[in-house]
Each structure stands twice: as C-alpha cells, then as structure tokens.
C-alpha cells in the first residue's frame, strides 16, 4: 500500500504561480511512476502530468506544457508540481496518483490517490 498526501493549494491570481506538493509513504518500491490530475466539479477527472520515478522522464498535458513542471525529490519520496502563469481555467482540485503506469494519461493507470489539494485562481 501506498499512502499520498498532499499540500499547498491555495488562491491565486491570474499569472501568479503556486507549487504544490504530495508526500508518499509505504510500499513506495512497488510504484512505476507518479502523477498529477485534477478535477472541477461535474467534470471527469483530467491528467496533468506524470514523472516515471526511476528514470526521471516527465510528460505533460498539453494544457499545462511550458507552464508546469513535475518533479520530484532525491529521495523519491515527494512529488512537486510548480504551476506558473497560471489562468483561471487551472482552477480545480489537484490529485496527486501514483501506480504502475500501464496507461499515463488516464486515471486506470494509477493504483493509488491522494485526497487532493485545492488550487483557485481568479482573474
């Protein structure tokens, strides 16, 4: 089992940035590869951007590329997402996954979740 929290959600205004982060506990050696999704109320969940943890190769929705960067720290136990010229429409509750990555860009692909931290940006 795999135990994700994260933190750092907050308000913002438009063009600002914002890092948010997620904390990984346990079987942490079984996971492939970690992610970000998000979700706004009455929408499916969207992928934001994934980081296979070995080899360190990240992918990016095409929504957040230039803007967002995923990383995460030497000992692979924290995930990072650092949001910058953020809009409006970035606005959503940010989930962080982590799984065997069979699919990246969709949620099946991931084993384990988080309970999400909230970003808002207003304009």
């Known amino acids: 089992q795999v135990q994700l929290v994260e933190s750092g959600g907050g308000s913002v205004q438009a063009g600002g940035s914002l890092n948010i982060s997620c904390a990984a506990s346990?079987?942490?050696?079984?996971?492939?590869?970690m992610a970000w999704f998000r979700q706004t109320p009455g929408e499916e969940r969207e992928w934001v951007a994934t980081?296979?943890?070995?080899?360190?190769?990240?992918y990016y929705a095409q929504s957040v590329q230039g803007r967002f960067t995923i990383s995460q720290d030497n000992a692979k136990t924290t995930l990072y997402l650092q949001m910058n010229s953020l809009k409006p429409e970035d606005t959503a509750m940010y989930y962080c996954?982590?799984?065997?990555?069979?699919?990246?860009?969709?949620?099946?692909?991931?084993?384990?979740w988080g309970r999400g931290t909230q970003v808002s940006v207003s304009s």
């Open positions: 980081i296979f943890i070995r080899a360190g190769a990240t």
């Open positions: 346990g079987d942490t050696s079984s996971t492939t590869c």
């Open positions: 996954a982590a799984g065997g990555c069979a699919v990246v860009g969709f949620s099946r692909g991931y084993n384990y």
